[in-house]
Structure formats: C-alpha cells, structure tokens
C-alpha cells in the first residue's frame, strides 16, 4: 500500500459532505496505538516461530485488536477509500453508522495473516502486516456479495483490490476529491484501481450534501 503524499485530501471533517464523529478522524493517539500494536505482532510472529505460541494463539489476538488498530490509524469510517453506493449512502442519510455501511478489510485478516506467518522474519511481517491492513466503506450488500462469491476469507496478498473486480462481487471504488480538487486515494493505489476498472471518476454532486427528507408532521389531537 502507498500512504501520504503532499497532494493528498487531509482527512478531516471538512473533507467529507456527511458528518463525521471527531473522534472517529486521524489522530496523533490512534498512530500511537498502530505502532504499538505493530510491535506486538512481531513479538508475537517471534512467539510463533520459536514454538512459544500457536498460529490459533496468534489468530485470536490478531483479529481482537492488532489488525483494527493498525487498519483503522487513519480513522474509523473516515478513511480514503470508499464504494461508490456507501459514498452515495453516507451523503444520502448524512451518516456513516446505523444505515448499513461495512468497514471491509480490503485483504481479509485471515489472509493477511496466514501470509505474514510465513514471512522470513518479523521485521518483514510487520512491514507486510501494517501495508496490507487497510479498509474499505461498502454497503451491507455489497460485503454479502463478497461473501457469496466465497471471498469473505480469501484475498490475494499482492493485488488486495483484485477480489473486488470479480463477477459476481465487483465493487466500484470512488476516486473521492475534496473542496480543493485534491484525492483522498493516494496515486499508486489509484492506478491499481484503474487497471481493475474499478474506480469511479469523480462528480461534483458527490460533494453535495443531501437534503434529508422531512419528518412527519405531528398530528393534532383531535
């Protein structure tokens, strides 16, 4: 995975036409965490190879926080990446909770970590852990298709976007800009996107925030 440059949208509330919770954006503290959790997970892998501890030892802990603290140090449903039908939701109901949108793990946990256990060593596992734990906005339906299409667990460590070109589960990714023209998608995952001809160039009523419908009028009592 490619992370910042210089002509990237910051992550922040302004970026995004729908309301973001500020403790769910990038923060000094969530970094912290990653880095922390990245340590732990070469200690552990070392665990592992010297026969202190199981893959299931390792599994277990993985999935309970190492993989979510280093996926989500960028935020929590505030990040780069998003299906164009959960942007589309998110701006319709000016939420990014409680109305089915999915923080999916681009290369699933299981993938990723039954391919860092069988990396040379845990400096290697790290680097490979912290690049490939990264997330995607999509909806409810779009995960389930993922899941039809036997994908759920299952991703390929050099091309963690391939899943979603799939017949079957393919899922058009939005080549998000913000107020000043700049992407939220760093470039090289940008092309990788466009040779899957999964991303979806960039619109102006994207950026617009949805008027919610009204709510119902009281009925006076009688």
Same mark, same amino acid.
């Given at each position: 995975?490619?992370?910042?440059?210089?002509?990237?949208?910051?992550?922040?509330?302004?970026?995004?036409?729908?309301? /973001?919770? $500020? *403790?769910?954006? $990038?923060?000094?503290?969530?970094?912290?965490?990653?880095?922390?959790?990245?340590?732990?997970?070469?200690?552990?892998? #070392?665990?592992?190879?010297?026969?202190?501890?199981?893959?299931? =030892?390792?599994?277990?802990?993985?999935?309970?926080? /190492?993989?979510?603290?280093?996926?989500?140090?960028?935020?929590?449903?505030?990040?780069?990446?998003?299906?164009?039908?959960?942007?589309?939701?998110?701006?319709?109901?000016?939420?990014?909770?409680? *109305?089915?949108?999915?923080?999916?793990?681009?290369?699933?946990?299981?993938?990723?970590?039954?391919?860092?256990?069988?990396?040379?060593?845990?400096?290697?596992?790290?680097?490979?852990?912290? *690049?490939?734990?990264?997330?995607?906005? /999509?909806?409810?339906?779009?995960? =389930?298709?993922?899941?039809?299409?036997?994908?759920?667990?299952?991703? *390929?460590?050099?091309?963690?976007?391939?899943?979603?070109?799939?017949?079957?589960?393919?899922?058009?990714?939005? =080549?998000?800009?913000?107020?000043?023209?700049?992407? #939220?998608?760093?470039?090289?995952?940008?092309?990788?996107?466009?040779?899957?001809?999964?991303?979806?160039?960039?619109?102006?009523?994207?950026?617009?925030?949805?008027?919610?419908?009204?709510?119902?009028?009281?009925?006076?009592?009688?």
């Amino acid at each position: 995975m490619s992370h910042h440059s210089e002509a990237e949208a910051e992550l922040v509330q302004a970026t995004f036409p729908f309301d /973001i919770r $500020p *403790n769910w954006l $990038p923060s000094d503290a969530r970094m912290r965490k990653a880095e922390a959790a990245r340590r732990i997970f070469e200690e552990l892998w #070392l665990g592992c190879h010297e026969d202190r501890l199981t893959p299931q =030892d390792i599994q277990d802990t993985f999935f309970k926080g /190492i993989s979510d603290l280093i996926s989500y140090r960028e935020g929590w449903h505030s990040g780069r990446y998003w299906s164009v039908n959960a942007w589309k939701r998110a701006l319709a109901t000016n939420a990014v909770t409680n *109305n089915g949108l999915i923080a999916e793990h681009v290369l699933p946990r299981t993938a990723a970590l039954n391919y860092a256990l069988g990396l040379k060593d845990e400096r290697a596992a790290g680097d490979f852990v912290w *690049n490939a734990s990264f997330y995607c906005m /999509i909806t409810k339906e779009e995960n =389930d298709a993922l899941t039809r299409a036997g994908f759920a667990a299952e991703g *390929n460590e050099n091309d963690p976007w391939e899943r979603y070109s799939r017949n079957g589960s393919r899922i058009m990714i939005l =080549d998000v800009e913000d107020a000043q023209g700049r992407k #939220l998608i760093p470039s090289a995952e940008r092309e990788k996107l466009k040779k899957l001809a999964i991303l979806e160039p960039w619109k102006a009523e994207y950026g617009q925030r949805h008027a919610l419908p009204p709510l119902a009028a009281t009925p006076l009592a009688a």
